[in-house]
């Protein structure tokens, strides 16, 4: 690990100020960035302690919904009566993340900003455009097996790891920010984050020295809320495919729906051409083949990770037919 400095903020925008500084980094938890710098991937001259700030509460909102700070602890989140009872599929989703210990070290913005858990961004001595632009993507022709299928570019292959961000995904939150100078914004969490395209390096739309203060949900939806997670092990596993539904169904017929995706893309996922597919739709096996259609089409898999594309049908059709027969 290479010598950095540090410094504790006392207040949100001199955090943001210093943010800015090349070279800087904002540390709450810690429970990903402090592995990157063992490895040398992040090699930050500044950490910005972030974990004395007033950002750790969950608050109801006039509306019904709820704010999330960005300080909360990922376990604190997951037992929060509101969060069990409203939000159920994030409660499921953050429980099924890493391990007991570090969901009481991680926190909410923390998990939002994750980087990807990409073999070949992990060694430094292979070539990856996210940690070195312009040396190449090695999963391209490599181990490709964790990797994505939807929205991938000739630069990036990568998955986004965050359990969490596909819940919240579903629930259309918002998250919010402020910059050194004391300006806020709200941003929708389908545009935080983006696809790699050219710039796989630049992986959200936060700007330099805008740091995530809290996170919003809206009034909880109506229906049966689920959260599917495929993966190797039954624990401290990422996904190979995760699903975060909420169906609103009577007698076999559908009459809203949410869907979101995780370990397909490089970003938490959602396909309105799919959500549109099951509106007013029985729920029947040609109803989920039309859905998984519609959420597959323009995949493309890179060899290792073929079997992702058949298994997120199945998957898929085992959580439509959860939900619509309760």
């Not at 750790?56 to 960005?70: A, H, N, S, V, Y």
């Not at 993340?97 to 570090?102: E, N, P």
């Not at 190797?232 to 990422?238: E, M, Q, T």
Request: aromatic fraction near 6%; charged fraction near 20%; hydrophobic fraction near 40%.
């Amino acid at each position: 690990m290479k010598a950095f400095t540090y410094q504790r903020a006392d207040s949100v925008t001199q955090a943001a100020t210093a943010a800015i500084k090349p070279g800087a980094k904002i540390i709450a938890g810690g429970t990903n960035l402090l592995d990157l710098m063992k490895l040398q991937v992040e090699t930050p001259s500044t950490l910005i302690d972030i974990n004395r700030l007033p950002l750790d509460k969950i608050e109801d909102t006039p509306d019904g919904g709820l704010r999330i700070g960005t300080l909360v602890r990922n376990s604190d989140l997951a037992a929060d009566w509101r969060v069990r009872q409203r939000y159920g599929v994030l409660s499921r989703a953050l429980l099924a993340g890493a391990s007991a210990q570090l969901r009481n070290k991680a926190t909410t913005g923390g998990n939002l900003l994750q980087r990807t858990r990409c073999y070949y961004f992990y060694d430094v001595t292979k070539p990856c455009n996210k940690r070195n632009p312009g040396s190449g993507c090695a999963a391209l022709a490599g181990f490709n097996r964790i990797h994505a299928i939807l929205g991938t570019s000739e630069h990036c292959i990568a998955t986004h790891p965050s359990d969490m961000a596909v819940a919240m995904r579903a629930l259309d939150a918002k998250v919010e920010t402020v910059n050194g100078e004391g300006h806020t914004r709200v941003i929708p969490i389908g545009a935080l984050h983006r696809l790699p395209d050219k710039t796989p390096d630049i992986e959200t739309s936060l700007k330099p020295g805008e740091i995530i203060t809290s996170v919003t949900l809206p009034p909880p939806p109506p229906g049966i809320q689920v959260y599917r997670k495929v993966r190797d092990r039954a624990s401290y596993a990422f996904a190979l495919v995760s699903v975060a539904a909420v169906v609103d169904s009577m007698h076999g017929r559908i009459r809203s729906a949410r869907l979101a995706f995780g370990g397909l893309a490089p970003k938490p996922w959602r396909s309105p051409p799919a959500e549109q597919t099951l509106v007013n739709a029985s729920a029947n096996t040609t109803t989920f083949n039309a859905v998984a259609d519609a959420v597959l089409e323009g995949a493309s898999a890179f060899g290792g990770n073929d079997f992702k594309l058949p298994l997120t049908r199945r998957t898929l059709r085992s959580v439509l037919t959860e939900l619509t027969r309760a």
